[in-house]
């Protein structure tokens, strides 16, 4: 019975792309110190898995491509060929073609079927060189990573009792009209004065004819290879045939990485086997250890199973102030500390390293650096960083973009870092750290910076505000006009970037995941962005608050303090009313108005709410606070989600829905 191996295309993305990634480590090393062979093996193991792969699931092309690296590959390791910077890069795009494939196969299920040919052929190319072809009585073993253990444990016992191992590589003349019975007759002179252990292709083909005009065996002997020579030259219809003498020895140092290699390329079909099995759990421990693959629906089902238990909590929260029951506090106590315990553990299931994201990068700034003629150190700290997996998916395309932007327009051109004191090499500096229930990620370069009056300049003559309006402006919200839509600094915008075009993308892309960022910049010292963001969306800490007869719920981490403020203490410039908060001038939001409410009950003393976003702060009015508590964000839905100031909802121990604000749209 066949086996669908296309119930199992997800494992096989998932492995790949890890091993992808570490044959980019590798290459970016490599790229630094060719002699290291160390990373030389490293890529070799990981095309040898990859062509494993590959070939169990059917995906030919990827197969053929990663066979010709190894080739290439082995020629390295062997000397036989010279590893350089043209070598490399080809290495390189045949890492994109891989990598392109890989995402082609998880949208579709089908791999590239084209552009293959070009880097094959170039591959061959480098195996077929001359240099190599000086070395191949040395390097012949090359082609023998097909014979298995046991072929090679018979070489090592024929050497242990005095006799020779050969490869013989034979040609057949193209007039011969039958090539079986002329490779019979080689094989029965050959068994005459030795013995024949393996062949390529296999006997059965070759008795079928299913071979062109070459074939190879090999062949263990007391004789020596003139002896060889001797009995193949007599016979006809020969173009020409090679004897190389193997090095058991180095051929069987070469079976541990062969079998290593052999046991990664085995491990995705060994998956496949025992998903197949009855004890699927058990099998699975033991293949992967205290490694588990998670499917991330799950994970998301598995967290709304959580959720529901907060919402039940919630509800018992309710019930016990009107209940006489004298257990029902401490049922409550209980099951708090159950709820909060699973809600702890299923995070942490969820927490992925940042650094999955940060390894994407040294790879482009190694391109883009090359391609733009700039010499660009990456700099990365906090890739153990933990975030939850839907932030991960979301935050890639901004930081992308950030770092385009600081190679292309940030960083100078050497002549220019050198003209103004600066080293020929610029700086980028990436890390992430914990901060609180936050992550901050930061992204600086020590480039040219951003001119204030420059923006400002541009954006009055793109007519985003008007001359008055520039002349008040702050250099902090001069900077802010960069992440108005369509905005740049730049008259030409580069194939790669110009900063300031996108960044309101960026910015929307960070806030739809409750984060924020900001901007520092010093001119001609370099620019610093900030991205802050929760550690999860799905479970918060949040103060419910009344507007008129309803309750709102505001996100904890937005807050930074809770205020009562006097009629007088209100004020009014350009008809937005102001505050006075610790020594700054902060407008005032109602909410009452934004969400469409009752006006704000008249009084001569306002509860407000201090929340905050970046560096920007406000006063949001309120008719009441209601307490914290834990909340489970629920999402609007497509139909709703283009809603303002909105984020989400969530629903109360009375089983009331409570709309969450989101304070990054009010700010």
Known sequence: MDLDLNQ??????????????????????????????????????????????????GFINMSNLTHEMENVLHGVRSNAVTLNEDIIDIIFECFDMLDYSINLIATNGQEKDDDYKDLIHKLRSISDDSQMQENRDESSHKKLEDINEYVLNILEEAKNKGLISYKIDIIL????????????????NLESIGEIVYSNPSVEDIEDEKFDSKFSVVFISEFNSEKIKEELSSISEIDDFSINRLDVDSLMTNLQTIEENTEKSNKFKKEL??????????????MIGKTVRVDIDRLDNLMNLVSELIIIKTRMDELSQSSNKENMAEAIEYLERITTSIHDAVMKVRMVPIERVFNRFPRMVRDLSKELEKEINLQMSGKDTEVDRTVIDEIGEPLIHIIRNSIDYGIETPEERIKRGKKKEGTIILKAYANGNSVIIEAEDDGKGLDGNEIKEKAIQKGVISKQEGELLSEEEAIALLFTPGFSTTEEVSDISGRGVGLDVVKSKIESISGSIEVDTQLYKGTKFTIRLPLTLAIIQALLIRL??????????????????????????????????????????????IVGVNDIEKSDEYIAIIARKGEKQAALLVDGLIGQQEIVIKPLGKYLSNIKYLSGATILGDGNISLILDVNSLM
């Open 273 to 286: 086997l025992k998903r197949n099995e009855k004890d699927e759990t058990t099998n699975r421990t033991n």
């Open 8 to 57: 199992y295309i997800d494992v096989f993305v998932e492995e790949a792309k890890e091993h992808l990634q570490n044959m980019n480590e590798a290459l970016l090393e490599l790229e630094k110190d060719t002699s290291n062979i160390s990373l030389i093996n490293e890529i070799f193991r990981v095309a040898h898995t990859l062509k494993g792969m590959s070939g169990t699931m």
């Open 173 to 188: 003349s193209t007039s011969c009209m039958l090539k079986a019975a002329r490779a019979f007759i080689i094989f029965n």
């Open 548 to 593: 008129s007869n309803e309750i709102y719920a505001i996100p904890l981490s937005s807050i930074t303090e809770i205020i009562k403020i006097s009629k007088e203490e209100i004020k009014s410039i350009h008809d937005q009313e102001v505050i006075l908060y610790r020594g700054k001038t902060i407008p005032i939001i109602e909410l009452n108005r």
